[in-house]
């Protein structure tokens, strides 16, 4: 039972273009979200994080927006760099410990 | 991340033998993870724990078993009895709830 999904397995975008990808979950009872970045070999870094009680939280060039009515979530990099190249994951949680994953959207970005 | 260390980075096993992963970290963090990611998934919980001496079952926790018996260490023993066991093994740490976890570089364990 997947209840947070990544329907897009990859992404492509011009460097200096706004990079956009998306999360979607099932469960109302989420209330932290929070994105990995993840490179071949190593683990998952985090990224930003956002509370059920916000709508958006912005970090540099990273903002992750949350939608509760639609269960949904994204998060925006503007500008895109070719060291953002990466995959991309989605968590969330409702018990503060137990974290559930997306599974990963590939973004490419083209120098 | 730094103050994760996850040993070895790969590791191969004859098909019914038990082989341990070894996670150990310096943050001081009081929980401790396992995850573990197959190609076009995301990461699924096996085990974690809120403190020494205590670990409870994720959602795939059958044919893993684990001990907390110190704060810095949380090793995963991967038994015969896991029907699948070829994946990437990621150990985290969290420093309290609502908090990220932080994960090490990951353990691929192949088994021949």
């Known amino acids: 039972d997947q209840q947070v999904k990544q329907n897009s397995p990859s992404l492509s975008v011009q460097e200096g273009r706004i990079s956009i990808l998306n999360c979607d979950y099932t469960?109302?009872?989420?209330?932290?979200f929070l994105w990995y970045k993840k490179y071949p070999a190593e683990g998952p870094t985090f990224l930003i994080s956002i509370s059920s009680i916000k709508d958006k939280n912005e970090d540099g060039r990273f903002t992750v927006f949350l939608n509760k009515s639609a269960k949904h979530l994204s998060l925006h990099i503007v500008p895109s760099q070719p060291g953002d190249s990466a995959v991309y994951f989605c968590?969330?949680?409702?018990?503060?410990?137990?974290?559930?994953f997306g599974t990963g959207t590939s973004l490419t970005v083209i120098p | 991340d730094g103050g994760i260390t996850q040993s070895p980075k790969y590791l191969f096993r004859k098909e019914g033998q038990n082989v341990t992963l070894s996670c150990e970290q310096n943050l001081n963090h009081d929980a401790m993870y396992w995850y573990r990611q197959d190609p076009g998934q995301g990461l699924r919980l096996i085990y974690y724990?809120?403190?020494?001496?205590?670990?409870q079952k994720g959602d795939i926790a059958e044919g893993y078993s684990v001990s907390r018996e110190k704060k810095e260490s949380f090793p995963l023993t991967v038994t015969s009895a896991q029907k699948n066991p070829t994946a990437f093994y990621l150990c985290a740490t969290q420093d309290g709830g609502n908090q990220p976890q932080h994960f090490g570089d990951g353990t691929r364990l192949s088994i021949l």
């Open positions: 968590a969330a949680t409702y018990t503060g410990n137990q974290f559930y």
């Open positions: 469960n109302s009872m989420f209330d932290y």
């Open positions: 724990s809120q403190i020494v001496n205590d670990f």
